[in-house]
């Protein structure tokens, strides 16, 4: 199965959760709207009044007659097919229950910046993202990461997973997590990751795996930059 | 089997969106933070160390030993159990897919009087809260209403319903989300609603189904007040 990716072309985003997973399985897929002209297909897709199941906004993937929306949806259905979650329903649900409190967590990310609109720019709600990156980098952060450590404890004896012995995209999105919360609030992480060592520990591990560590280092990932989920503006950092 | 949900016993909340799916069901369950003492056990089994797969934050069901969080993950479960989505993979996925979308919408309906931070009080971002609501009222609600519009009119040929035929978990939801947007914004949704005839008939159609009817006017609804998602404020309303 060749597996179509639709995700904004120039950010990492919320299709960068989406691209770790098939990176990490080594899967067949294709960037489409990275493709020449396939932002405009993009968005002739999403326009389109003959789709029956429209997406309400990318990510989407394709997968054969399947249109799939919702980044946790997406990597709910892949997860199995990539060998990426435990095939029984219990662990299916914990895993997507875990991953969309991470969901909610990238809102909060995203709202720090735009905390009044998306449709206008940082510059016109400056003032009130100082406040709210604020309480984002003092509560909402620490409440997260001391959440998943928490997962860790109870569940990585053996392995380091947030599922136990076996890595599943869940991890991998922790991963990306704590790379945006880096790149975007360097100061308040460098405080806050001493006393989180397992989930440190974990965004290590997947970060060496080799299929993931030679993604990192290549083209197809694309750089943290200031239109994205994650951006670094210092006077919102700590 | 009789389910156990825990949320927040004072407010309709996300926890509502899986109480009108139990209701209409005629399922066996019980709210258990709403019984006598039932908060402090709510309380105390977040909190626990004991819990193998513990939730960040309530709603959350047990059924059995399975324990699910997560508003949307609790209905994906439910919904081919109380027969309330078809049980086919493409089917169910997007339902979820459709609900996930009624999730990002919530969570916006929330902000418009939380733009900076859930801990503090309404008060203390009233000023931001205007900025947000204006945004809110002129540009998301439209855009999700207008969405479930568009899969209405290609979807509801023959039944109404958003998939098709037959009612899903969906459908309950996007009622609440009528309902709870015209209690929080009376006049911006006056404006809106005509434009959108076939969610208003869906709204209809499902307030009118004898067992959410009966209730909606029982003890069991909360009524919609000032802690809960959708509030009103006049001051934020068009």
Known sequence: MRYELYYWPSIQGRGEFVRLALEDAGADYVDEARRPKGMAAMMRFMESSAIDRP??????????????????????????????????????????????????????????????????????QKKEAKRRAADFTAERIPKYLGYFERILK????????????????????????????????PRAMARLEPKRPLSIALHDRVAARPRLAAYLTSERRIPFNQDGIFRHYPELDE
């Not at 997860?79 to 649900?93: A, H, I, N, T």
């Not at 895993?95 to 910046?113: F, R, S």
């Open 154 to 185: 109870r569940h990585s004896k053996g392995g380091g997973y947030l599922l136990g012995k076996k890595i599943s995209y869940v991890d991998l999105s922790l991963f990306q997590m704590i790379e945006g919360l880096r790149y975007a609030f």
């Open 55 to 124: 997406p309400f906004a990318p990510p989407f993937l394709k997968a054969g007659k399947l249109v799939i929306a919702q980044t946790a949806n997406i990597l709910f259905y892949l997860g199995p097919r990539l060998d990426f979650v435990p095939k029984s329903e219990p662990s299916r649900l914990w895993a997507h229950q875990l991953q969309l409190t991470i969901a909610d967590w990238v809102a909060e990310a995203h709202d720090t910046h735009h905390p009044i609109s998306g449709s206008l720019y940082y510059e016109d």
